[in-house]
């Protein structure tokens, strides 16, 4: 069965912390990889990953996929109270037309 | 360009209600899906069509239809709401096609639904 696993559950860091979050993965036919913000609403797209080993940048925030070890991490530096939400990780499997998500990582920023 | 739009964007139900949730696209998108969001859950997929006159089955479907008359609109319908179906309801849509990017999910605003 495909799944994804993303992890922490949950993380509490001080304004100015870096951080990581973890999403493994174990599908068939992968095409992509996924990651989204979520605040209140709507999940709002962060990233696409499609390679191995290619970093992807977007001011503070940076991701890499290994399709080696089957996962991808999302980094956040100089974290700020708007980095607060829900940070979801989907992956895209070709042929089947599912994307599968991941249970999301809750991220809290403190002044 | 109004993206995806979703209504109603609250509706609480009695036990055995039917109600439609109404999903409209405007960026000609073929691929569109219905997901449910439930605490600890993640996002949980209902159903997908790939075009017009093609739906399928995602991961829970029971309780749920849907129907793809047209390439913009794809309602979800609760024949005989449950309980077990209050969440927040997703829609979301893409080109889906072989082309760099074309696979991203874009989502609209959601629907929370209470099922008494």
């Known amino acids: 069965e495909d799944k994804v696993v993303q992890s922490p559950l949950s993380l509490v860091v001080h304004e100015g912390d870096t951080v990581t979050l973890n999403c493994s993965y174990e599908v068939t036919n992968f095409r992509s990889l996924l990651w989204y913000k979520q605040e209140k609403k709507a999940p709002t797209f962060l990233f696409m990953l499609t390679s191995s080993g290619i970093e992807k940048k977007s001011g503070r925030l940076s991701s890499i996929l290994d399709k080696k070890e089957l996962f991808s991490i999302l980094n956040i530096t100089a974290t700020q109270t708007g980095d607060s939400a829900i940070y979801l990780c989907?992956?895209?499997?070709?042929?089947?037309?599912?994307?599968?998500f991941g249970t999301g990582t809750r991220l809290k920023v403190l002044a | 360009n109004a993206g995806v739009t979703q209504t109603p964007k609250f509706q609480v139900l009695k036990t055995g209600q039917s109600m439609t949730l109404q999903c409209a696209q405007d960026?000609?998108?073929?691929?569109m899906s219905w997901y449910r969001q439930d605490p600890g859950m993640g996002l949980r997929l209902i159903h997908y069509s790939v075009g017009a006159g093609i739906t399928d089955q995602g991961e829970v479907p029971n309780g749920y239809n849907v129907s793809r008359s047209t390439t913009e609109d794809f309602p979800l319908r609760l024949l005989s709401a449950a309980p077990s179906q209050t969440s927040v309801y997703f829609c979301?849509?893409?080109?889906?096609?072989?082309?760099?990017?074309?696979?991203?999910?874009?989502f609209g605003a959601g629907s929370r639904l209470t099922v008494l």
């Open positions: 979301a849509s893409t080109k889906h096609s072989g082309a760099p990017g074309a696979n991203v999910l874009t």
């Open positions: 989907a992956v895209d499997t070709s042929g089947t037309y599912k994307y599968i």
């Open positions: 960026m000609n998108h073929e691929y």
